[in-house]
């Protein structure tokens, strides 16, 4: 009898042991909304990386653009119990609540893409998102050094600048980039600067506009590359020819970008990675070993692409986009 009773011990703890480390882990993911090519590929790379680990469970919002909906969104996942969160936010400002309220619940929460302007005032696992400020300098000293390439440096041209959702840190920090880097290239004229909120409708809006009231325009930087190809069909409706008449420098290095700039109608893309999954997956398996991290935002390198490669902006050389098209993931 005493044997029996031990049996059934022992396998009441096997069951009980199997059923735990067959428990899955719930990553949970507040994304802003779907704005842009960039927003699609980054929520379907996490995904793909989420989903497709073994025992791994992914819990995904999508905030449709609205700061309420993210804020609701983080506190259904401290409801839920959820055993990851990842967080990227609309805008940076306006988290500090919300986000201490996910380290009371204790649940780990890594930052991704847009750190809030609150992440030294709360406690994060991990944090992996773009240089914003140097994508913006890129940007522009592409155009500056690209025109000094064609014999143009010392002519003076008319610029103007499509900034992305106002108050999201991917375009207060290219803003900030953009407008340093001008200082470098005196010859570069501001004309217009104006929000396209990261999406190609506006961006081909906002371009109409500037078309009718700015008597010349030679230069446009798009903080994303879907505002530059909405803005490639306003200037293609106008009558101009794009990557000609008006110089185009996108950011992000989406597909659709490479195949404009093969297309000789834009002129470069600044890379900004959505890829965040090869980064996230191995963070969260060291988690679970009880590793821990600094509290440092780790940046991913990226590149510049352009019509012909070769131009020198310091930190980087720019590569031609149809020697690398192929090898694009998003
Ligand atoms: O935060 C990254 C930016 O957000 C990308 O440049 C843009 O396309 C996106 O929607």
């Not at 803005?231 to 996108?250: E, S």
Request: hydrophobic share 45%.
């Amino acid at each position: 009898m005493k044997k029996l009773f031990a049996l059934v011990l022992v396998f009441a703890l096997l069951v009980s042991i199997s059923a735990a480390s067959a428990k899955d882990v719930v990553v949970a993911f507040s994304q802003i909304g779907q704005e842009s090519d960039w927003r699609t590929a980054n929520t379907d790379d996490l995904r793909n990386a989420i989903e497709g680990h073994a025992g791994w469970k992914l819990v995904y919002d999508d905030a449709q653009q609205k700061q309420e909906n993210q804020i609701k969104a983080l506190r259904n996942f401290i409801t839920q119990d959820v055993d990851y969160i990842l967080f990227t936010g609309v805008v940076s400002t306006g988290w500090d609540e919300v986000l201490k309220e996910v380290n009371e619940a204790e649940i780990p929460l890594l930052l991704i893409d847009r750190i809030p302007d609150c992440a030294d005032k709360i406690d994060y696992v991990a944090a992996f998102g773009g240089d914003f400020v140097e994508e913006g300098r890129r940007q522009i000293a592409w155009a500056g050094e690209y025109l000094k390439s064609i014999g143009k440096g010392d002519v003076d041209v008319n610029i103007v600048i499509m900034e992305g959702t106002t108050g999201a840190s991917a375009q207060t920090g290219r803003t900030e980039g953009n407008l340093k880097a001008l200082k470098e290239y005196p010859h570069l004229k501001l004309v217009g600067q104006q929000s396209g909120n990261f999406t190609r409708a506006e961006g081909q809006a906002v371009m109409e506009s500037w078309l009718k009231s700015i008597d010349k325009i030679d230069v446009l930087i798009a903080q994303n590359d879907d505002m530059a190809l909405g803005a490639i069909d306003a200037i293609k409706a106008a009558g101009k020819v794009p990557g000609k008449d008006i110089i185009i420098v996108g950011c992000d290095s989406v597909k659709a970008a490479f195949d404009a700039i093969v297309a000789g109608e834009m002129n470069a893309t600044i890379e900004c990675t959505p890829l965040y999954g090869k980064f996230v997956v191995p963070t969260i398996e060291a988690l679970i070993r009880g590793e821990k991290f600094d509290k440092t935002v780790v940046h991913p390198e990226e590149g510049v692409f352009d019509m012909d490669g070769g131009i020198d902006l310091g930190t980087v050389k720019s590569i031609k986009a149809a020697d690398v098209i192929a090898t694009r993931q998003y």
